[in-house]
């Protein structure tokens, strides 16, 4: 089971409100809307989608990385490897 299983309605419901902060981008740009005010909107779904990322990367290593650290096997030092890759794509974006 993924670490945002408890999680998941809550998580869909976060990712909606971005779907529909794009496609008012979307609806900005094809209204020929002033380009800081595009760029404001950018902002402020890019930050959504960190938080989420966010969410989601904590729910992993206190589900996910915390059970196979328990478990003690090499599934415990992939788990790992994996968060810290996916952190280091979160810092690079």
Request: one cysteine or more; glycine letters at 6%.
């Amino acid at each position: 089971m993924p670490g945002y299983s408890d999680q998941k309605d809550a998580h869909l419901r976060r990712l909606r409100r971005v779907e529909g902060q794009v496609r008012g981008l979307q609806r900005m740009v094809a209204q020929d809307t002033y380009c800081i005010e595009v760029l404001t909107q950018v902002s402020a779904a890019t930050r959504a989608l960190q938080s989420f990322a966010l969410e989601l990367l904590n729910e992993h290593l206190a589900g996910c990385v915390v059970e196979a650290a328990r478990a003690g096997d090499s599934e415990a030092e992939t788990k790992v490897r994996e968060a810290s890759e996916a952190i280091a794509r979160l810092v690079r974006s």
